[in-house]
């Protein structure tokens, strides 16, 4: 919680059907669950003032509030009839069916009384086509920010855009009509004037190169921050005075950090195996999670300027230590058109090069996948 007092978190207990949202009081005591939700609660985020947090869960159209989507799941599982029946070209995605009119609604409950409002009622919009969605809280608290699909069924093609909606209700405000490719993942810049978003100028297709922009809530424009560059942003934070991001992109199959002004200009800070999940301290350092082919994740900070890299723990040193790995090493080979190829090259440990060894070699599927400088 914003005061430090009290930790959220995502459980299914005993008694649970679902996922459930629970809160914490870290002086001491059990934790307390604040929703009876017919289906998983997802992406919980405190509202500033702590009094409220907001979640993503779904519901089934025309069962919309929860205790009616609960009905209509008791009798779904009762039903003989197993057959599913669409009209959209939109009909499943990787290991999940998308045929069951179930869609997901942002939600926001009281601390307190445990009230829980629908902000999105009666929406038929898509948040994502895997569990969960993206959404950010106004500094102020007063409304919130989301990213979901705009276009109708069948879903002839898809776009998501990025909506505006209060906090205490209300119609949801669609603040990027006009780009016709994907909006996502916004967040509010510590003012609350400003969102940073991810976009794609490719409409309804993949692959495309994810561009860090940034929008006027005022006025509505949008400036793009890494156009022209071939590397897809992610995991972007502010820094506390607004005035710089800091996010990861993938060159040449690492993940490396970059921090990047409004006004242009975009510096590396850190590159060696793979960083996520950046976020700014008060103080200017970069706390993020880095690992390589050879080690497991480990907390790490660096300065903004790239300066006074520094690992803040160290849990698998005693593990790492009892392993035998065998060198790594970036190297590059002529492909097709006679364009470099780059690739990683595990050596066996006690590698001889007098010797003969087999050769594994692995080789990732499609264009934006790879297999990175990081641990597995």
């Known amino acids: 919680s914003p005061d430090g007092r009290h930790l959220a978190f995502l459980s299914k207990r005993d008694g649970d059907k679902a996922t459930e949202l629970y809160v914490l009081p870290l002086d001491g005591g059990e934790p307390e669950r ?72 942002l939600f926001v409950v009281d601390v307190a009384t445990k009230k829980v409002t629908d902000l999105t009622p009666s929406s038929r919009r898509i948040f994502g086509l895997d569990e969960g969605g993206s959404f950010d809280i106004a500094p102020d608290g007063r409304s919130l920010v989301f990213a979901a699909n705009s276009t109708p069924e069948p879903y002839k093609t898809l776009n998501w855009d990025l909506y505006l909606v209060p906090a205490a209700g209300g119609d949801a405000k669609n603040l990027t009509p006009s780009r016709e490719a994907d909006d996502n993942n916004p967040v509010f810049s510590p003012d609350g004037r400003t969102i940073a978003f991810g976009t794609q100028l490719k409409a309804d297709g993949w692959p495309d190169y994810t ?55 975009m510096r590396e800070i850190w590159k060696g195996g793979s960083a996520s999940g950046p976020v700014v301290t008060p103080g200017g350092d970069v706390v993020f999670q880095q690992s390589d082919l050879n080690h497991p994740p480990e907390l790490a900070s660096v300065k903004l300027d790239g300066t006074g890299f520094r690992l803040l723990t160290s849990v698998n040193d005693a593990l790492v230590a009892t392993w035998d790995l065998g060198t790594v090493k970036d190297m590059t080979f002529k492909g097709a058109g006679d364009d470099d190829v780059q690739m990683f090259v595990v050596y066996p440990p006690g590698f001889d090069a007098a010797k003969k060894y087999p050769l594994v070699h692995l080789v990732h599927g499609g264009p934006i996948g790879t297999f990175g400088d990081a641990f597995s």
């Open 34 to 105: 604040l929703t009876d939700m017919p289906t998983s609660v997802a992406n919980p985020r405190w509202f500033p003032d702590g009094k409220k947090i907001a979640f993503l869960a779904s519901v089934i159209a025309g069962a919309e509030p929860p205790e009616e989507t609960k009905k209509a799941l008791e009798k779904r599982e009762k039903a003989k009839v197993k057959a599913r029946v669409t009209e959209n070209r939109l009909y499943r995605y990787w290991d999940h069916w998308l045929t069951d009119e179930e869609f997901t609604h």
């Open 211 to 265: 561009r860090l922009a940034l929008l006027d809530v005022a006025s509505g424009k949008v400036t793009l921050l890494t156009d022209g560059w071939e590397s897809s942003a992610g995991g972007w934070a502010f820094t506390k005075d607004g005035k710089a991001l800091v996010f990861t992109a993938e060159t040449r199959a690492r993940t490396n950090l970059y921090s990047v002004v409004a006004a242009g200009g």
